[in-house]
């Protein structure tokens, strides 16, 4: 027996390809006239898209027609090499039927050895190597085509119906012999892979994308349809790319794509529109939003078709978020899709301080934003100490000679802090930051979006309730955050400042309550040096604000009376005091009441008193004020905070 090969299936396989090749090369003539038909009276940015469509379906065509004949000639060579391959056994099979004649003779026949092994001289084993065949693989992809302005809706298109049409009536005859060739190309290749197992083949994607190929034809027919109905319905030469987008997008397919594919071409108007003619896709993006990274737009068509079928925000709360965030990110020019807090400090400086240019852009753009300005003030100051924390330790022994024994014991600890437990701080300090710019960046865009309703639409989805709570201060938390909203609003219409700074505080409040305060808390209670870092974070952090003071200078401090003539009333000598607080700074109390009374009244005076000053402070490029804060700058200074001498003689 021979190796398995059907002759005549690779035969019929070759003339089906050769067939394709040359129908798919035939039909340029005819595809050609059809769109310079089309193209006589069309013009405008719709022109332009079904000219780029055009082009695409020749080179494309070609391409497939190449692939045809490649395909031919692959299973010509296969042919020719199981013919060799079969002869090569067919001579071994008869070679190894002499031998064993000879070998019988050998045995049977008194001079048979010897004139079998004279004849075996003459008689070699052929000593060909088995034949190897080629392995059959074709290549072909076909790409999406994109049937609306995306960006040039505001343009205008014009065209003659009559002239789409015709060119819907001939790509149309084409596109059903080409599907025709391709099945039968089809059915050839099943017929011979299942038949000639001998021959290692590839996948059958080059088919798979070739009907996407004429199926992306049959989409260009339908889309000129609709084209030209939009024309005659409009009794007019000439519409918006708008209108034209919201006239075609129902009749636009997946095919196969990825659906969040197909919605990065359209603008939200549009997509919203494919969506509402698409439920099922609808429902899928849903249930699976689409990942970070995507574009804003994608996300708001999401979010405008689930609005305009009234559905309950709840069901689309995550893809609501996102829409927002995204819109944020875009502005100063995140990356969400790479904002993951284990990849460490130094890889996600791009995203810490484009957070801080967000909160920069929302109080330049809008002073009534307050909260936004206070955050891109202190941001720099957090985000250079989640910097510094590898060089702490090196920079922990210049501090602790200055400050009071009792607090000895946490510079030592941390002296010697091991580096799973730094990058256990850096991860927790990378995770608040990103929570906060999560949360403010939902709320602040939203209310750019829509005001007083879309906050209110936040409510209804659960976005305003933080996650981690009790259910009843859940609701408390979402309470406060609305009527933070409604001050804000009723202050900016009414022009009551007093209204406008209660609902920023209740912002601060929540960022700091209700966004962070958990993580604190895990920081403060992480073993073996939680309590020593959250204490330590008091000692050498201050906020960049005019006016403001550390948390050991707020407190009051800690003094030492040094009398050098003990024996005399009074204190001959110095009061040596330590600006070291005796609190905890993670602890909410503490740090809510050093905000409410040092950092926000200094924040709020400069915002009233010297506005002009508070917008360049604000203004100032973040990577420099970042730079400026780190330990290694302000080292000196801080040392100098620290302590205070007081020479008396009572």
């Known amino acids: 027996m021979g190796v398995e090969f059907d002759d005549a299936a690779a035969g019929a396989l070759i003339r089906a390809a050769q067939s394709a090749d040359g129908a798919f090369t035939g039909q340029s003539g005819a595809r050609r006239g059809a769109v310079e038909t089309a193209m006589q009276e069309f013009r405008g940015g719709y022109a332009e898209l079904f000219r780029t469509a055009s082009v695409t379906e020749s080179s494309e065509r070609g391409r497939l027609a190449r692939a045809m004949d490649d395909l031919a000639q692959q299973v010509e060579r296969a042919k020719q090499q199981a013919a060799e391959e079969n002869r090569r056994l067919d001579e071994v099979r008869a070679w190894e039927g002499r031998e064993a004649d000879r070998d019988e003779r050998r045995r049977t026949q008194p001079l048979g050895p010897v004139v079998s092994d004279i004849e075996e001289l003459f008689d070699p084993r052929p000593s060909e190597p088995a034949v190897r065949p080629s392995t059959i693989s074709v290549a072909f992809t076909a790409s999406q085509r994109t049937r609306t302005s995306s960006g040039n809706a505001s343009g205008t298109s014009s065209a003659k119906p009559d002239a789409l049409r015709s060119f819907a009536t001939q790509s149309r005859s084409c596109n059903t012999t080409m599907r025709q060739h391709l099945e039968e ?72 794509q990825d659906p969040v594919e197909v919605l990065r071409h359209m603008d939200a108007d549009v997509g919203a529109a494919w969506l509402a003619a698409h439920p099922e896709v609808l429902d899928a993006l849903v249930t699976t939003p689409p990942a970070w990274g995507t574009p804003s737009t994608v996300y708001s068509a999401i979010v405008q078709a689930e609005r305009a079928r009234g559905a309950d925000p709840v069901d689309f709360a995550t893809v609501l978020q996102r829409m927002y965030v995204s819109r944020a990110a875009e502005k100063v020019g995140i990356d969400m899709a790479t904002w993951d807090t284990g990849r460490g400090a130094q890889a996600l400086l791009g995203q810490v301080t484009g957070s801080y240019q967000y909160y920069a852009q929302l109080y330049l753009d809008n002073p009534d934003f307050t909260w936004a300005g206070m955050a891109n003030m202190v941001g720099p100051d957090f ?41 256990f701080y850096e991860k927790t300090f990378l995770g608040m930051q990103r929570d906060i710019f999560l949360d403010a960046s939902t709320m602040h865009e939203a209310y750019l979006d829509g005001g007083i309703d879309s906050i209110d639409e936040l409510a209804a989805a659960g976005l305003l309730r933080p996650e981690g709570q009790a259910p009843d201060d859940a609701s408390k938390a979402e309470r406060r955050t609305l009527q933070a909203w409604r001050d804000i609003d009723t202050g900016i219409r009414t022009h009551q400042s007093d209204l406008v700074d209660d609902g920023n505080t209740a912002l601060l409040y ?79 109390d503490v740090r809510w009441d050093y905000i409410e009374n040092d950092t926000l009244p200094a924040w709020q005076q400069l915002v009233h008193d010297d506005p002009e000053r508070a917008r360049d402070m604000v203004g100032d490029p973040v990577p420099d004020r970042i730079d400026n804060r780190r330990l290694d700058k302000r080292l000196p200074g801080l040392v100098d905070d620290l302590h205070d001498t007081e020479f008396v003689w009572q």
């Open 185 to 256: 190309v089809a059915d050839a290749w099943t017929r011979f892979t299942s038949s000639s197992s001998w021959v290692p083949v590839g996948g059958s994607g080059f088919l798979d994308n070739g009907s996407r190929f004429v199926d992306e034809n049959e989409a260009d027919v339908t889309w000129m349809e609709h084209v030209a109905a939009a024309f005659e319905h409009a009794g007019s030469g000439t519409l918006t790319n708008h209108a034209l987008d919201l006239a075609v997008a129902a009749s636009l397919t997946t095919q196969g």
């Open 383 to 423: 985000a250079a100490g989640f910097l510094d924390l590898h060089s702490m330790r090196d920079h922990i022994g210049e501090v602790a000679p200055l400050v009071p024994p009792s607090l000895r014991r946490f510079t030592d600890q941390l002296a010697g802090m091991g580096d799973d437990e730094i990058a």
């Open 510 to 588: 929540r960022e700091q309550h209700d966004t962070i305060q958990r993580s604190y808390d895990e920081m403060r209670d992480h073993e073996p040096t939680g309590k020593a870092l959250t204490m330590v974070l008091g000692v050498v952090g201050d906020a960049s604000i005019p006016g403001t003071r550390t948390l050991g200078q707020y407190e009051g401090g800690i003094s030492v009376p040094v009398d050098l003539v003990p024996g005399r009333p009074g204190v001959q000598g110095s009061i040596e005091t330590w600006n070291v607080p005796r609190t905890n700074i993670s602890e909410f």
